[in-house]
């Protein structure tokens, strides 16, 4: 078969490497980019009298007609014409005869595949921006709904103070806010319109690129057309976006998957996002958010894959970059389906108040108030501190908590311990009392989720 390009070759491609080459398995998912941006680059040829008017209202028709046709079904890409550029081209040619030859007038599949990528990523990014704010409404009616629920935090996975679950799942809101910020910035750098680069150096073809970058609603157009084709950053850069994001799912499974354990007894994951075991009758396994956690890795090998693929590429464009669809295609999938599966389960999680107060009182979470204690007394801190440690210390070894002493007892590591203090360091003073904005306390927590309200609207 004859390819469109071929002029300037004596035989066919080898039927091995033609496959090699080909792209159109994965690439097909341009179709609907690749056919608007060839719309708007025919109307453009058309309005610069670089075609006749009536040859452009012509390709326009046909390519709508094809579009129409590929949404209901009628259309199968052929691996023949190597990617989904040709295979569009070829079925213009077919529809509408020798004027859609005329269509990649003043036009590379270089910068034609710059712009489809930066069309597709666009829809994507703009997806992944609704989903996540599902995922954060979720977080937040949770946090509302728990603004007393007091439980332990933990540093190097020890118990270290006791919070409420509100400010503890807050935080997971703080991350899927940088993401969606990250998106959104990502977002800014992608829409860019690279149209009329063409293969490297432009064209001689009077181009009306700010005409084409209004009609596909691009905000900016390129400066330079080797960069322009050669630049793959955009991509680079939302493959870091959705490792980030990924990264933070699993963070968040993890935690799930420990707080459903036997030995934190601390929540509840529905049915619905568990499945069993083959067997062991007992088991009700977290797979959801286990799959979540696991699918980090495949999300951080498509960047590691593309940055590799880019590192050594001279200027401009190179075969090497047709590499860079499917980590695209695979990343921006992988992240919508697990933002979304993960918000649902979020949802029908039931959590265990009381077992997560007991778990509170245990393990010392209250040991940092017992040295504040002392130093609003008139201790320096770090004698404070060191007192503190020492009651710890007489509680582990007697396998007591330090609301199980009496103050006889604690007089004898500090004289400056008074009745108040079985009321200073109960868990829900240690909570109550840290109104830092960002802490813990019922207040400072609901200014968070009034600002998260705002920001969400």
């Known amino acids: 078969m004859k390819k469109l390009w071929g002029g300037r070759f004596e035989s066919e491609l080898d039927e091995f490497a033609a496959g090699f080459n080909s792209s159109i398995s994965f690439d097909y998912k341009l179709y609907k980019q690749d056919i608007l941006g060839s719309i708007a680059h025919a109307k453009m040829l058309g309005k610069q009298d670089i075609i006749p008017k009536e040859d452009s209202e012509k390709i326009v028709l046909g390519l709508e007609e094809i579009l129409a046709e590929i949404e209901h079904g009628k259309v199968e890409f052929s691996p023949d014409n190597e990617d989904i550029h040709m295979n569009i081209e070829k079925l213009l040619i077919e529809k509408i005869g020798e004027t859609g030859k005329k269509l990649h007038t003043g036009r590379s599949r270089n910068d034609q595949v710059a712009l489809d990528t930066r069309m597709w990523l666009k829809d994507e990014i703009s997806e992944i921006c609704i989903s996540l704010k599902t995922l954060m409404k979720a977080i937040v009616e949770i946090a509302e709904n728990n603004l007393d629920t007091i439980m332990p935090s933990y540093t190097h996975l020890q118990k270290a103070q006791p919070t409420t679950l509100a400010h503890y799942i807050m935080a997971y809101f703080e991350m899927f806010k940088r993401d969606l910020l990250r998106f959104e910035d990502c977002l800014e750098r992608v829409d860019y319109m690279p149209l009329g680069a063409g293969a490297l150096c432009s064209t001689t073809y009077p181009l009306d690129r700010e ?155 209250n040991a940092t108030d017992l040295a504040d204690y002392l130093v609003k007394k008139g201790l320096e801190f770090r004698n404070a501190h060191e007192v503190s440690g020492k009651v710890v210390l007489h509680c582990e070894k007697n396998n007591l908590a330090i609301l199980d002493l009496n103050l006889y007892t604690l007089k004898g590591f500090s004289p400056l311990f008074e009745e108040d203090v079985f009321e200073e360091v109960s868990l829900q003073t240690c909570v109550s009392k840290r109104l830092v904005y960002g802490g813990p306390s019922k207040k400072s927590v609901m200014q968070h989720i009034e600002r998260a309200r705002k920001y969400l609207v």
Not at 248 to 262: A, K, M, Q, V
């Open 211 to 365: 005409y084409v970058k209004e009609l596909l609603g691009f905000s900016e157009i390129t400066d330079n057309s080797m960069d322009t084709v050669s630049d793959r950053d955009y991509i680079l850069e939302f493959l870091f976006a959705g490792s980030t994001c990924q990264m933070h799912l699993s963070r968040f499974s993890e935690e799930i998957i420990l707080w459903s354990t036997n030995e934190f007894g601390m929540v509840k994951i529905s049915d619905g996002f568990s499945t069993g075991s083959s067997i062991m009758p007992q088991k009700k396994n977290a797979d959801i958010a286990e799959l979540v956690r696991g699918k980090s890795g495949r999300v951080y090998g498509n960047l590691i894959s593309l940055l590799t693929t880019m590192k050594g590429l001279p200027l401009a464009y190179n075969k090497d970059m047709q590499e860079d669809k499917e980590p695209m295609f695979d990343t921006a999938a992988t992240i919508k389906t697990s933002i979304t599966v993960f918000a649902k389960m979020l949802r029908t999680l039931e959590f265990d108040k009381q077992k997560m107060f007991d778990s509170a009182g245990k393990g010392f979470t």
